[in-house]
């Protein structure tokens, strides 16, 4: 794992500067001086797909932004059986506040870049800093919107608009600029099939299947079986019945 960390002491820190989390993500809550107090504390780190972030029930003591990449977060039962119940990407923060252990296992599904710091520091910073706890909460809200749509597509929804809605889920995250009225956009499908199949309730074979029908139909091209175009997000966006 490597780490890198750039400080200043008067100003935004250089890092901060071109952040997505920075901008976008909870960080935009934070002044100046609180930015440079941060970056103090935080560093940089890039990891490996596959490498467990946090596990199941572990102490917290730090949290992280997710600066690029995708992150799966999974639950698993006491026969080692495991439910993938979640995808983060950038600029989300990764921890639970005001939790002595973590409720689910995170991992990292794609090469991803987190910028981490300690836990006291943001759990501080959320009693000085009302704007701060109120972005937080709104990412909380968030989540918890997207897992009741979601709760849709896994209890109501095709295995063909299933698959469609997970190709848009992932169009929509790793390209938040893609207008889904008339745009297209491009991407690699950040889990592999028995992860998409796990996420979708369904069998490896059907999620290739829907692939194929998908292609076939000239809603989206796959190249090297993960990098995906989509010509037209609205045509996508009919096929998930939405």
């Not at 935009?28 to 467990?52: F, M």
């Not at 990412?139 to 929804?157: F, H, I, P, S, Y």
């Not at 297209?184 to 199949?197: E, G, H, K, N, V």
């Not at 059907?206 to 998908?214: D, E, F, I």
């Amino acid at each position: 794992m490597t780490m890198h960390q750039d400080v200043h002491s008067v100003g935004i820190p250089v890092l901060c500067q071109s952040c997505q989390a920075r901008h976008r993500g909870v960080c935009g809550a934070l002044d100046p001086d609180q930015l440079v107090g941060l970056s103090k504390t935080s560093s940089k780190h890039r990891i490996e797909p596959g490498i467990e972030l946090i596990g199941d029930a572990e102490t917290v003591d730090s949290y992280s932004n997710v600066l690029s990449g995708v992150v799966k977060l999974t639950k698993s039962l006491s026969d080692g059986r495991q439910q993938i119940v979640g995808l983060q990407f950038a600029p989300d923060f990764l921890g639970r506040p005001f939790k002595a252990e973590s409720a689910t296992n995170a991992e990292a599904a794609t090469a991803v870049s987190l910028c981490s710091f300690p836990k006291a520091i943001i759990e501080r910073m959320m009693r000085d800093s009302p704007e701060l706890e109120r972005r937080l909460l709104r990412q909380t809200l968030n989540e918890l919107d997207e897992a009741r749509d979601w709760m849709v597509t896994l209890g109501r929804k095709t295995a063909a608009e299933k698959v469609a809605s997970f190709l848009l889920m992932i169009a929509g995250n790793i390209d938040p600029t893609a207008d889904s009225a008339a745009g297209s956009t491009t991407f690699d499908l950040p889990l592999t099939r028995a992860d998409i199949a796990d996420f979708l309730g369904l069998t490896i074979e059907t999620v290739s299947r829907q692939l194929t029908r998908l292609r076939k139909d000239g809603v989206i091209r796959i190249e090297n079986s993960r990098h995906v175009t989509v010509d037209s997000l609205s045509r996508l966006n009919r096929c998930s019945g939405t």
